[in-house]
């Protein structure tokens, strides 16, 4: 059966969804989006994504046409359609065709909604087993002045760069820094480091997308009583954890084995990493929606 893939209300098979090239994401990236993780019938954390998704359209002046529970509706009706138990959601919102001006009141209709839902693709798993080698790259995670990274708006550009310079090392991932040098996130994940038992992540200020796995990971540490700090850090930090993992809905906890050249502690992936990753698959049999 081929894909079945949700444009504005409707189902069309992947040959046939299609968007006019007017459409303003495609010339400016005009739009907001979600990747979101199910897990046997489970949407993970449905509302959290809903919320973001509907905050950064706020931002953007982007009038969501639907509701937060039609969009929800949408979802597990796409789903349904094409049969998936487990599966990735790539929900995108448009602000729909308009003239060729930057101007977004000659938007003729109102925003666009798709949803494509398809089997997930993962980092291999000999790298959760082993870790990933990163690096920081010279592309700058963006100012909070200009396009602000707590947005999930469909300019990824800044983070496309950022994983061209990791892929030209031979890295899979790239660690951003702010213009005053302090780490902020990877291209696609979050990014923690675990030295003396205290797990430390970058506060949401020095620019960052505040991720739903970087959330869950906090509430973790939380229960289990893991001291947790959301403070600036530098790369020399990260040289010197104990353990440092990223996390995102795509690759969900993965360790990180190297960083600019040096072992990150033992160099293999350490205990507090395994605790979190199995304690975020419970996360993933309750939280959510089932559909
Ligand atoms: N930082 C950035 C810049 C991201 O884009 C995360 C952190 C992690 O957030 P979540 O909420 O997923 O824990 C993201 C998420 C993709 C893809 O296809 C990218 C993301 C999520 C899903 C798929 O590259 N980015």
């Known amino acids: 059966m081929p894909l079945k893939i949700y444009i504005e209300g409707k189902l069309y098979d992947k040959k046939n969804a299609k968007i006019s090239v007017l459409d303003r994401g495609l010339l400016y990236g005009d739009g ?3 990747g979101i993780r199910v897990y046997k019938r489970l949407v993970f954390r449905l509302k959290e994504h809903l919320d973001r998704l509907y905050e950064s359209a706020h931002t953007l002046m982007l009038d969501m046409p639907l509701t ?10 796409t789903l349904k359609a094409n049969k998936l138990n487990d599966a990735y959601i790539r929900l995108i919102v448009t602000r729909g065709i308009g003239d060729l001006g930057l101007d977004p009141r000659k938007c003729m209709e109102r925003a666009r909604v798709i949803i494509i839902t398809d089997k997930i693709a993962l980092y291999p798993a000999k790298l959760y087993k082993e870790g990933l080698c990163i690096l920081t790259v010279p592309t700058q995670q963006s100012v909070s002045e200009s396009l602000n990274p707590q947005i999930k708006s469909l300019n990824y550009l800044n983070n496309i760069l950022a994983k061209i310079e990791a892929i030209n090392a031979g890295c899979e991932e790239a660690i951003m820094l702010n213009s005053a040098g302090y780490v902020t996130e990877c291209t696609g994940d979050n990014i923690f480091i675990l030295k003396n038992n205290i797990l430390y992540t970058p506060p949401t200020h020095v620019g960052l997308l505040e991720g739903i796995t970087r959330d869950a990971v906090m509430q973790i540490a939380r229960a289990r009583n893991i001291e947790l700090k959301d403070e600036i850090f530098t790369r020399h930090d990260i040289y010197n954890a104990d353990e440092c993992f990223l ?4 690759a969900e906890i993965i360790p990180v084995r190297s960083v600019d050249g040096r072992v990150i502690g033992s160099g293999k992936p350490g205990k507090a990493t395994a605790m979190f990753t199995k304690e975020f698959r ?7 929606m089932r559909y």
């Open 32 to 34: 907001v989006f979600e």
């Open 68 to 77: 937060k529970d039609q969009m929800a509706k949408a979802i597990c009706d």
């Open 247 to 250: 996390t995102g809905t795509a």
């Open 282 to 288: 419970k996360l993933t049999k309750s939280d959510g």
